[in-house]
């Protein structure tokens, strides 16, 4: 993973984020334990564990995801970020994120379905209504091939096409 930090600064980061985010709570069981497991073991690093984000490099996934995943367009961005990554600036709740999310498209469909499902339900607590990314829900992603900076462009369209 290159990024501005260079390689030799990682496990020391890894440390500390690991450090700062916690250990998730035993008595809490994910809904998606599998999504769960590649989440903690590939994004918490950034996002850290809870979801809660690091200020100044990785947002929250508390606020979008799991409205996203109730509207056609939002599910396709879900995919998209883990397929593609994400690049450019982006605002959430006044703070302002602008770092590159790396792309997951080396894991297969399932996985990140199980991961993003993970994000939505058990970080996001999106409405029983809505239904469970899947599978095929990222398969169809793969044909549309993106750079992050497009992903990023397809967010702001999402976004504003939220319903309140
Ligand atoms: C190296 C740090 C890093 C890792 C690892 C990482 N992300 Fe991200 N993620 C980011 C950054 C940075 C952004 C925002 C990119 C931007 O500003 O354009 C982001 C954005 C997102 C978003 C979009 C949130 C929104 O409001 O649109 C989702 C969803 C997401 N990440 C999920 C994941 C998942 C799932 C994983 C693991 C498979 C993961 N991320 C791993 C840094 C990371």
Redesign the pocket.
């Known amino acids: 993973?290159n990024?501005p930090f260079g390689r030799a600064a990682w496990p020391l980061l890894l440390a500390g984020w690991a450090l700062a985010a916690g250990v998730a709570r035993a008595d809490d069981q994910p809904r998606y334990p599998d999504g769960a497991a590649?989440?903690q073991a590939?994004?918490a690093?950034?996002?850290r564990a809870n979801g809660a984000g690091t200020p100044g490099?990785?947002?929250p996934?508390t606020?979008?995801?799991a409205r996203?995943a109730g509207i056609a367009e939002g599910r396709r961005?879900?995919a998209m970020?883990?397929l593609y990554g994400?690049?450019?600036?982006?605002v959430?709740g006044e703070r302002h994120?602008?770092?590159?999310?790396?792309d997951?498209g080396r894991?297969d469909d399932a996985t990140?379905a199980a991961?993003?499902n993970f994000?939505v339900f058990d970080i996001g607590h999106a409405p029983a209504a809505t239904a469970p990314l899947a599978a095929a829900d990222i398969a169809a992603e793969r044909v549309h091939e993106l750079d992050?900076s497009a992903v990023?462009e397809h967010?702001a369209t999402v976004v504003a096409g939220l319903p309140p």
């Open positions: 993973m990024g590649t989440f590939n994004c690093v950034c996002h490099l990785a947002p996934l606020e979008y995801p996203f961005q879900l970020t883990v994400m690049f450019g600036d982006i959430i994120y602008n770092f590159k999310m790396p997951f894991f990140l991961a993003l994000v992050g990023r967010r």
